[in-house]
């Protein structure tokens, strides 16, 4: 038998790992996918609760998560392609002006 | 015990891939490193008896959304990233930081967490269950969802199309 601590403390070490590499990050992809990786931690954090509480809407929650990660995936990775079209660049530290 | 061991086993394997996502330099293999995290995290989604969140973990966010960030990584060609320097101030606090704040909240988690757990092969979120509670008690939420897929369908169209097109200058 895993206690619920243990899922909890593997969450916040998603959590940190995607809020190091949303910081350390320089390639504008791989901060989207730290995004996604911070999501995947929250996600694992409402599971571990709903098993403990014996709630099914956490994992409702978790599906209406994952739904908006989607949605959200679909329109940040347009924003990448139409920010590479412009600045012919990935990096963020390139990436400073807000006009053209 | 069993479930100790599987729990460890795959944690460890998604604490490994988180951690060389951060380690990589190419993009492609930031990807491929989050596709092992979401897949042995599904795993430990069955752990917890979650079946239904487990097999959208899989379809949605391995297949589905990592397609699409391998899609554009292929698409804009995407290099090795160029290193900056850190500042020695984030690494004078921020590790210390870091380590204090995590062991307070291991030690805290791990002091009062003892709870339940779901015994190996219960699967209390099965599709059936969920999908009852979904139509029944989060019915408008999920319709409001539909919407919202429908708005970052078009956005994504719209942003994507290029703009020297005549779609796209029809468009804006």
Same mark, same amino acid.
């Given at each position: 038998?895993?206690?619920?601590?243990?899922y !909890?403390?593997?969450?916040?070490? !998603?959590?940190?790992?995607?809020?190091?590499?949303?910081?350390?990050?320089?390639?504008?992809?791989?901060?989207?996918?730290?995004?996604?990786?911070?999501?995947?931690?929250?996600?694992?954090?409402f599971?571990?609760?709903?098993?403990?509480?014996h709630a099914?809407?956490?994992?409702?929650?978790?599906?209406?998560?994952?739904?908006?990660?989607?949605?959200?995936?679909?329109?940040?990775?347009?924003?990448?392609?139409?920010?590479?079209?412009?600045?012919?660049?990935?990096?963020?530290?390139?990436?400073?002006?807000?006009? !053209? | 015990?069993?479930?100790?061991?599987?729990?460890?086993?795959?944690?460890?394997?998604?604490?490994?891939?988180?951690?060389?996502?951060?380690?990589?330099?190419?993009?492609?293999?930031?990807a491929?490193?989050?596709?092992?995290?979401?897949?042995?995290?599904?795993?430990?989604?069955?752990?917890?008896?979650?079946?239904? *969140?487990?097999? *959208?973990? @899989?379809?949605?966010?391995?297949?589905?959304?990592?397609?699409?960030?391998?899609f *554009?990584?292929?698409?804009?060609?995407?290099?090795?990233?160029?290193?900056?320097?850190?500042?020695? @101030?984030?690494?004078?606090?921020?590790?210390?930081?870091?380590?204090?704040?995590?062991i307070?909240?291991?030690w805290?988690?791990?002091?009062?967490?003892?709870?339940?757990?779901?015994?190996?092969?219960?699967?209390?979120?099965?599709?059936? @269950?969920?999908?009852w509670?979904?139509?029944?008690?989060?019915?408008?939420?999920?319709?409001?969802?539909?919407i919202l897929?429908?708005i970052?369908?078009?956005?994504? @169209? *719209?942003?994507?199309?290029?703009?020297?097109?005549?779609?796209?200058?029809?468009?804006?």
């Amino acid at each position: 038998m895993v206690p619920i601590s243990y899922y !909890l403390i593997l969450s916040g070490i !998603l959590f940190a790992c995607g809020v190091t590499g949303f910081l350390i990050k320089r390639n504008i992809i791989t901060i989207f996918m730290s995004i996604e990786l911070m999501l995947n931690g929250v996600n694992l954090s409402f599971v571990a609760f709903a098993a403990q509480w014996h709630a099914l809407s956490g994992q409702v929650f978790v599906f209406f998560v994952m739904v908006v990660a989607a949605a959200e995936a679909a329109v940040g990775l347009a924003i990448i392609i139409s920010v590479y079209r412009t600045r012919e660049t990935l990096n963020v530290d390139q990436v400073d002006l807000l006009k !053209l | 015990m069993l479930h100790l061991i599987l729990f460890l086993a795959f944690g460890a394997v998604c604490v490994a891939g988180a951690v060389n996502l951060l380690a990589q330099r190419h993009p492609i293999n930031s990807a491929l490193s989050l596709v092992v995290v979401m897949g042995s995290l599904a795993v430990v989604y069955l752990l917890l008896g979650a079946e239904f *969140v487990a097999a *959208v973990q @899989v379809i949605v966010y391995a297949g589905a959304i990592m397609v699409l960030f391998v899609f *554009v990584i292929m698409l804009l060609n995407a290099g090795e990233e160029e290193r900056t320097k850190g500042s020695k @101030v984030a690494l004078l606090f921020g590790v210390p930081g870091m380590l204090v704040g995590s062991i307070l909240i291991g030690w805290v988690l791990l002091a009062r967490g003892g709870g339940r757990s779901v015994p190996v092969g219960a699967l209390p979120g099965t599709p059936k @269950v969920i999908g009852w509670l979904l139509f029944h008690d989060f019915l408008l939420p999920f319709e409001v969802t539909s919407i919202l897929v429908l708005i970052a369908i078009m956005g994504a @169209v *719209v942003l994507a199309s290029h703009p020297d097109t005549e779609q796209g200058k029809k468009e804006g």
